[in-house]
C-alpha cells in the first residue's frame, strides 16, 4: 500500500512523521518505525514462570483426558476448585456490613492478632509478653518479600540461606529484594528423605548469623519434613550458630489436619528462646489463594522493640502498595473469632488433608498393582500437598507430551489435582514413563 | 472537623454488583493470574484510553491488575528501572506525599519540575515548561491526568498540548497517575483528556488507575497499569515481564476488588447507574467549593479565594500557612494537613459555616 509521501518527507520530528505516517495508512512502514522508536525494542520476552506457566498450558489443552497436577491449589475428589463452607458463611455476614476503608497500612490489627495466635499457639509465651511485630501481607509471597526487604535494610550484613530445593519463587524474592543469598541441603534423592547430615554440615559452615529459610511443615516442594527430633536438633544447633530462623508456614492444618501439629516446628524454636520470623499464608489452609491473605510476624525483645520492628514493616509496605486488601482479612477474622466458624474450619481443614493423605495411598497402591519394579514408599511417607516423585525432567516431558499430564519440570505433583477419577490413570502414565 | 481525608462513601452499584457476586454460587477463589482479571484489564484500559482508542484496536496496549494506583506506580517504576534506559523520573511540586518513596524504592532517580505557584495559587506553567526543557531527553515524567493531588490545580486543555509537545519532542516517556476519573469533573471521558491527548500521537506512556475513590473501593486495593506500547509485538514482551516484576513482590492480585469493579464495568445498567452516582459525588464536591467561596465573601475575608473554585477534585490548596493551620486546630478543632491542603469531601453544607469561621478567624487574627 502507497502512502502519501507528500506528507512523509516534509515531517522532522520523530513525533511529527510519526503522525503522517498515522495519517497515511501505511501500516507496514507505520509497524517498522514504530518498532524503531520503540522505548522498548530491546526488551526480551519472559520465561513462563515454572509454576503459574503450567496451568495455562494446561487450560489451553483441550484433551478430555488431561490431568492437572501443576500448580498447588486445593481440588475436591470431582477435580473441582473449593470454597470452604466456613468461608461462604463468613462472606455473607461480611457482604453489605464493610464500609472498604482503607486498612492501615499494617493491615487489621484484630486479623493480625488471630493469625498470630494460630501460628504460634495461642498460649506462646512472646504472644502474653505482647512482643510479636505482626502486619497483614498479600499472602505467603508478600510476607516473604516484606521480611526480605526487612532483612536488607537492618541486617544487611547477613545472607539468606535457602533449602535445596526451594518454592522456585523464594529465589525470586531475595534477589528482587537484593539480598544475599546461598543454600544449604535438603532433600537427599538416594532416599527421597531428609538430608540431615547434610543440612546440619551446611548450616554449621554458614557464617554466624545468617538468615535461615525453613519451612514450618510440608515442605514444598518436597513434602519432606524434618522430625520433632530433628527439628530439636536443627533448634539447638542454630542457636549456637545465633543464626536468624525465618518460617515459611503455607500449609498450617493442611499437613497433618492438625493446626497445634503442623505448627510444631514454630513452637519448639519459640520454646528454646530464638527469635524468629514466620510468614503466614491462608491460600491452602481457609482455600483464600485469590484474596491474597497472610501475614508476617517478627518475634522481638520486648514490647517497644516490636512496636519499632512493626513501624519499620509497615514503612516498606507503604511505597510497596499503600495499605493491604480488606476483604480476606475480614473473612478469616470472622472465622477465627467465632467458635463455631473456627470449628467448622478445622473439619473442613482435617478434611482437605484426610482427602490428600488418602490419595497418597491409592497413587501408591495404583503403582504396586500395575507391577512398577520402583519403590514408591515417599509418596505416603512425604507430607503436605505436594510428592516429589523423583520423575526427571524429561519424563515430566513425556507425562505432558504423551498423556497430557501437567505438573512441574522438577517431578513436583500437587496430589490436591488427585482424585479418584484420575488417580488409575496418573499412575499409568508414572508407570510408562518410568518403565526400565 | 477531619479534613485529611474524606469518609468514605460506598457506591450503590458497588454494593449490587457484591450481592451478585455473592449470590453467584459458581464463583471461586481461585489465584488470578500474575497479571489478575483478564476482562477487567481489557476494561480498565477502554475506560481511560477510551472506546474507540487506536491503541487498543492495534492491541499495543499491556494492562496488569495491581494494588490500586500506589501498586501499579510500584510496578511500573520497577519495570522502568529494569528495562528503560533513563532511570529518572521527573515528578512535580508538589505532589502526593507517597510518590517520591513508591519511585526511590522501585530503583529510579527521583528529580522534580516546577508546577504550583503559590502566588496565583494555579499552574506555574512556563516554570513547568523550562524545567522540562531543561530536564535530559528520554527522562519519564510523572504526570497527574486529572485533579492534581494536593493542589486541585491542572493545566487547560491547551498548556496539555504544550506539555504534550515538549514532552514528544524531547522523546520523554510520560507516566500517569489518574486517581481521579469521573471524581474530578463528574465526567470520566473529560477526565481522560489528558492521558487521549497523549495516546492519540502515537506515542508510548504509562498510565496508573486506581479505583480508590471513584468506585469508594479504597480498602479493596484496585488498580491497574497499562503500558500503551509501539506495536503488537511489543505489548507482548512487555507484558511477560511485568510478570517478572509481580511475582516476586505479591505472585498475583486480590480478587475481590477487581471483581467488582468488572462486574460494574461490564454490565451495562451498572456502568449507566455508575456514571450517574459519578457526577453526583463530584457535583457535590463542587457544590462545596461554591458554597465555601460564598461563605468566605460573605464575611469579607481578607484575600483572593477563587482558586477554590478554579482548583478540581478532591483536594484544596488554600494557600494557609502552618501557623494558620495550627491555629484552626486548635481554635476551631479543624483538622487538615499542615500544607494548608483540605479535603473538600470531607465537606458538608452544614459544616462549612464553621471552617469559613475559622479561616476568616486565621487570616484575619494574622496568626
Same mark, same amino acid.
Given at each position: 500500500?502507497?502512502?502519501?509521501?507528500?506528507?512523509?518527507?516534509?515531517?522532522?520530528?520523530?513525533?511529527?512523521?510519526?503522525?503522517?505516517?498515522?495519517?497515511?495508512?501505511?501500516?507496514?512502514?507505520?509497524?517498522?518505525?514504530?518498532?524503531?522508536?520503540?522505548?522498548?525494542?530491546?526488551?526480551?520476552?519472559?520465561?513462563?514462570?515454572?509454576?503459574?506457566?503450567?496451568?495455562?498450558?494446561?487450560?489451553?489443552?483441550?484433551?478430555?483426558?488431561?490431568?492437572?497436577?501443576?500448580?498447588?491449589?486445593?481440588?475436591?475428589?470431582?477435580?473441582?476448585?473449593?470454597?470452604?463452607?466456613?468461608?461462604?458463611?463468613?462472606?455473607?455476614?461480611?457482604?453489605?456490613?464493610?464500609?472498604?476503608?482503607?486498612?492501615?497500612?499494617?493491615?487489621?490489627?484484630?486479623?493480625?492478632?488471630?493469625?498470630?495466635?494460630?501460628?504460634?499457639?495461642?498460649?506462646?509465651?512472646?504472644?502474653?509478653?505482647?512482643?510479636?511485630?505482626?502486619?497483614?501481607?498479600?499472602?505467603?509471597?508478600?510476607?516473604?518479600?516484606?521480611?526480605?526487604?526487612?532483612?536488607?535494610?537492618?541486617?544487611?550484613?547477613?545472607?539468606?540461606?535457602?533449602?535445596?530445593?526451594?518454592?522456585?519463587?523464594?529465589?525470586?524474592?531475595?534477589?528482587?529484594?537484593?539480598?544475599?543469598?546461598?543454600?544449604?541441603?535438603?532433600?537427599?534423592?538416594?532416599?527421597?528423605?531428609?538430608?540431615?547430615?547434610?543440612?546440619?554440615?551446611?548450616?554449621? +559452615?554458614? *557464617?554466624?548469623? !545468617?538468615?535461615?529459610? @525453613? =519451612?514450618?511443615?510440608?515442605?514444598?516442594? $518436597?513434602?519432606?519434613?524434618?522430625?520433632?527430633?530433628?527439628?530439636?536438633?536443627?533448634?539447638?544447633?542454630?542457636?549456637?550458630?545465633?543464626?536468624?530462623?525465618?518460617?515459611?508456614?503455607?500449609?498450617?492444618?493442611?499437613?497433618?489436619?492438625?493446626?497445634?501439629?503442623?505448627?510444631?516446628?514454630?513452637?519448639?524454636?519459640?520454646?528454646?528462646?530464638?527469635?524468629?520470623?514466620?510468614?503466614?499464608?491462608?491460600?491452602?489452609?481457609?482455600?483464600?489463594?485469590?484474596?491474597?491473605?497472610?501475614?508476617?510476624?517478627?518475634?522481638?525483645?520486648?514490647?517497644?522493640?516490636?512496636?519499632?520492628?512493626?513501624?519499620?514493616?509497615?514503612?516498606? +509496605?507503604? *511505597?510497596?502498595? !499503600?495499605?493491604?486488601? @480488606? =476483604?480476606?482479612?475480614?473473612?478469616?477474622? $470472622?472465622?477465627?473469632?467465632?467458635?463455631?466458624?473456627?470449628?467448622?474450619?478445622?473439619?473442613?481443614?482435617?478434611?482437605?488433608?484426610?482427602?490428600?493423605?488418602?490419595?497418597?495411598?491409592?497413587?501408591?497402591?495404583?503403582?504396586?498393582?500395575?507391577?512398577?519394579?520402583?519403590?514408591?514408599?515417599?509418596?505416603?511417607?512425604?507430607?503436605?500437598?505436594?510428592?516429589?516423585?523423583?520423575?526427571?525432567?524429561?519424563?515430566?516431558?513425556?507425562?505432558?507430551?504423551?498423556?497430557?499430564?501437567?505438573?512441574?519440570?522438577?517431578?513436583?505433583?500437587?496430589?490436591?489435582?488427585?482424585?479418584?477419577?484420575?488417580?488409575?490413570?496418573?499412575?499409568? +502414565?508414572?508407570?510408562?514413563?518410568?518403565?526400565? | 472537623?477531619?479534613?485529611?481525608?474524606?469518609?468514605?462513601?460506598?457506591?450503590?452499584?458497588?454494593?449490587?454488583?457484591?450481592?451478585?457476586?455473592?449470590?453467584?454460587?459458581?464463583?471461586?477463589?481461585?489465584?488470578?493470574?500474575?497479571?489478575?482479571?483478564?476482562?477487567?484489564?481489557?476494561?480498565?484500559?477502554?475506560?481511560?484510553?477510551?472506546?474507540?482508542?487506536?491503541?487498543?484496536?492495534?492491541?499495543?496496549?499491556?494492562?496488569?491488575?495491581?494494588?490500586?494506583?500506589?501498586?501499579?506506580?510500584?510496578?511500573?517504576?520497577?519495570?522502568?528501572?529494569?528495562?528503560?534506559?533513563?532511570?529518572?523520573?521527573?515528578?512535580?511540586?508538589?505532589?502526593?506525599?507517597?510518590?517520591?518513596?513508591?519511585?526511590?524504592?522501585?530503583?529510579?532517580?527521583?528529580?522534580?519540575?516546577?508546577?504550583?505557584?503559590?502566588?496565583?495559587?494555579?499552574?506555574?506553567?512556563?516554570?513547568?515548561?523550562?524545567?522540562?526543557?531543561?530536564?535530559?531527553?528520554?527522562?519519564?515524567?510523572?504526570?497527574?491526568?486529572?485533579?492534581?493531588?494536593?493542589?486541585?490545580?491542572?493545566?487547560?486543555?491547551?498548556?496539555?498540548?504544550?506539555?504534550?509537545?515538549?514532552?514528544?519532542?524531547?522523546?520523554?516517556?510520560?507516566?500517569?497517575?489518574?486517581?481521579?476519573?469521573?471524581?474530578?469533573?463528574?465526567?470520566?471521558?473529560?477526565?481522560?483528556?489528558?492521558?487521549?491527548?497523549?495516546?492519540?500521537?502515537?506515542?508510548?506512556?504509562?498510565?496508573?488507575?486506581?479505583?480508590?475513590?471513584?468506585?469508594?473501593?479504597?480498602?479493596?486495593?484496585?488498580?491497574?497499569?497499562?503500558?500503551?506500547?509501539?506495536?503488537?509485538?511489543?505489548?507482548?514482551?512487555?507484558?511477560?515481564?511485568?510478570?517478572?516484576?509481580?511475582?516476586?513482590?505479591?505472585?498475583?492480585?486480590?480478587?475481590?476488588?477487581?471483581?467488582?469493579?468488572?462486574?460494574?464495568?461490564?454490565?451495562?445498567?451498572?456502568?449507566?447507574?455508575?456514571?450517574?452516582?459519578?457526577?453526583?459525588?463530584?457535583?457535590?464536591?463542587?457544590?462545596?467549593?461554591?458554597?465555601?467561596?460564598?461563605?468566605?465573601?460573605?464575611?469579607?475575608?481578607?484575600?483572593?479565594?477563587?482558586?477554590?473554585?478554579?482548583?478540581?477534585?478532591?483536594?484544596?490548596?488554600?494557600?494557609?500557612?502552618?501557623?494558620?493551620?495550627?491555629?484552626?486546630?486548635?481554635?476551631?478543632?479543624?483538622?487538615?494537613?499542615?500544607?494548608?491542603?483540605?479535603?473538600?469531601?470531607?465537606?458538608?453544607?452544614?459544616?462549612?459555616?464553621?471552617?469559613?469561621?475559622?479561616?476568616?478567624?486565621?487570616?484575619?487574627?494574622?496568626?
Amino acid at each position: 500500500m502507497a502512502y502519501r509521501s507528500r506528507l512523509a518527507h516534509i515531517c522532522s520530528s520523530s513525533a511529527g512523521r510519526l503522525g503522517c505516517l498515522q495519517r497515511s495508512g501505511n501500516t507496514d512502514a507505520l509497524s517498522s518505525f514504530r518498532r524503531l522508536y520503540s522505548w522498548w525494542s530491546s526488551v526480551q520476552p519472559a520465561p513462563r514462570d515454572p509454576i503459574l506457566g503450567v496451568t495455562s498450558a494446561y487450560l489451553a489443552d483441550t484433551h478430555p483426558s488431561k490431568v492437572n497436577v501443576g500448580v498447588g491449589a486445593y481440588r475436591n475428589d470431582e477435580g473441582k476448585p473449593v470454597v470452604l463452607q466456613c468461608v461462604r458463611e463468613a462472606e455473607r455476614r461480611i457482604a453489605g456490613r464493610e464500609l472498604m476503608e482503607y486498612l492501615p497500612m499494617g493491615g487489621s490489627a484484630k486479623f493480625c492478632e488471630l493469625a498470630v495466635g494460630l501460628a504460634y499457639g495461642e498460649d506462646a509465651q512472646a504472644l502474653k509478653d505482647k512482643r510479636v511485630a505482626s502486619v497483614q501481607a498479600l499472602s505467603g509471597t508478600g510476607a516473604v518479600r516484606l521480611f526480605a526487604e526487612f532483612i536488607k535494610r537492618f541486617q544487611p550484613e547477613s545472607s539468606a540461606y535457602l533449602p535445596v530445593p526451594t518454592w522456585s519463587n523464594h529465589h525470586n524474592i531475595f534477589r528482587d529484594a537484593n539480598v544475599n543469598q546461598n543454600t544449604y541441603r535438603y532433600y537427599l534423592a538416594s532416599t527421597r528423605g531428609l538430608d540431615f547430615e547434610g543440612l546440619k554440615e551446611d548450616l554449621k +559452615a554458614a *557464617p554466624n548469623r !545468617s538468615v535461615i529459610l @525453613l =519451612h514450618a511443615c510440608a515442605h514444598n516442594p $518436597t513434602g519432606v519434613d524434618p522430625t520433632p527430633d530433628q527439628w530439636k536438633e536443627i533448634s539447638k544447633l542454630m542457636k549456637e550458630k545465633e543464626h536468624f530462623p525465618i518460617f515459611d508456614m503455607a500449609y498450617q492444618g493442611f499437613a497433618s489436619g492438625d493446626t497445634q501439629r503442623d505448627n510444631q516446628a514454630i513452637r519448639i524454636f519459640l520454646e528454646d528462646g530464638h527469635q524468629l520470623a514466620c510468614a503466614q499464608s491462608f491460600a491452602k489452609s481457609m482455600g483464600l489463594y485469590g484474596q491474597r491473605i497472610g501475614c508476617l510476624s517478627v518475634v522481638c525483645a520486648d514490647a517497644a522493640e516490636a512496636a519499632a520492628v512493626k513501624s519499620q514493616l509497615e514503612f516498606i +509496605a507503604r *511505597p510497596m502498595y !499503600s495499605s493491604p486488601p @480488606l =476483604h480476606g482479612s475480614l473473612i478469616v477474622t $470472622t472465622i477465627l473469632s467465632d467458635a463455631a466458624l473456627k470449628e467448622l474450619w478445622y473439619k473442613e481443614v482435617k478434611d482437605m488433608a484426610d482427602r490428600i493423605i488418602g490419595m497418597r495411598t491409592d497413587l501408591k497402591k495404583n503403582l504396586e498393582d500395575l507391577g512398577s519394579k520402583h519403590n514408591w514408599e515417599h509418596i505416603t511417607k512425604q507430607i503436605g500437598m505436594f510428592c516429589y516423585s523423583g520423575l526427571t525432567p524429561e519424563q515430566v516431558d513425556r507425562m505432558t507430551q504423551e498423556f497430557h499430564v501437567y505438573m512441574t519440570r522438577n517431578g513436583r505433583i500437587s496430589m490436591a489435582g488427585v482424585t479418584s477419577g484420575n488417580v488409575k490413570y496418573l499412575a499409568n +502414565a508414572i508407570n510408562e514413563v518410568t518403565k526400565v | 472537623m477531619w479534613l485529611q481525608e474524606g469518609k468514605p462513601y460506598v457506591l450503590k452499584v458497588v454494593r449490587e454488583a457484591e450481592q451478585r457476586l455473592i449470590r453467584d454460587g459458581s464463583r471461586n477463589k481461585e489465584y488470578l493470574s500474575i497479571t489478575g482479571i483478564p476482562a477487567f484489564n481489557k476494561l480498565s484500559a477502554k475506560l481511560i484510553l477510551g472506546e474507540d482508542s487506536p491503541a487498543i484496536h492495534e492491541k499495543r496496549v499491556c494492562t496488569a491488575q495491581c494494588l490500586s494506583g500506589t501498586g501499579s506506580l510500584r510496578v511500573g517504576a520497577e519495570f522502568l528501572a529494569k528495562h528503560y534506559p533513563q532511570k529518572v523520573i521527573y515528578i512535580p511540586t508538589p505532589t502526593w506525599g507517597n510518590h517520591p518513596k513508591v519511585f526511590t524504592l522501585g530503583g529510579l532517580q527521583v528529580k522534580s519540575y516546577r508546577y504550583y505557584d503559590p502566588k496565583t495559587r494555579g499552574l506555574d506553567y512556563e516554570g513547568l515548561l523550562d524545567d522540562l526543557r531543561a530536564a535530559p531527553s528520554d527522562a519519564v515524567v510523572l504526570l497527574h491526568a486529572c485533579a492534581h493531588n494536593p493542589t486541585g490545580v491542572d493545566p487547560t486543555r491547551e498548556q496539555w498540548e504544550g506539555i504534550r509537545q515538549i514532552i514528544r519532542s524531547k522523546n520523554m516517556l510520560p507516566f500517569f497517575d489518574s486517581a481521579y476519573q469521573g471524581f474530578a469533573s463528574g465526567s470520566l471521558d473529560e477526565d481522560a483528556h489528558a492521558v487521549r491527548l497523549f495516546a492519540a500521537d502515537g506515542g508510548e506512556c504509562l498510565i496508573a488507575q486506581s479505583y480508590a475513590k471513584n468506585m469508594g473501593l479504597y480498602g479493596e486495593r484496585v488498580g491497574a497499569l497499562s503500558i500503551v506500547c509501539a506495536s503488537e509485538s511489543v505489548a507482548t514482551r512487555v507484558d511477560s515481564q511485568l510478570k517478572l516484576v509481580i511475582r516476586p513482590m505479591y505472585s498475583n492480585p486480590p480478587i475481590h476488588g477487581a471483581a467488582i469493579v468488572a462486574t460494574v464495568l461490564g454490565d451495562r445498567g451498572l456502568y449507566q447507574e455508575w456514571t450517574v452516582e459519578l457526577k453526583a459525588m463530584a457535583d457535590r464536591i463542587i457544590r462545596m467549593r461554591h458554597l465555601l467561596y460564598e461563605a468566605l465573601r460573605a464575611r469579607g475575608t481578607p484575600g483572593n479565594w477563587e482558586h477554590i473554585i478554579k482548583q478540581i477534585g478532591m483536594f484544596t490548596f488554600t494557600g494557609l500557612t502552618k501557623e494558620q493551620v495550627n491555629f484552626m486546630t486548635k481554635e476551631y478543632h479543624v483538622y487538615m494537613t499542615s500544607d494548608g491542603r483540605i479535603s473538600m469531601a470531607g465537606l458538608s453544607s452544614r459544616t462549612v459555616p464553621h471552617l469559613a469561621n475559622a479561616i476568616h478567624a486565621a487570616v484575619t487574627k494574622r496568626v
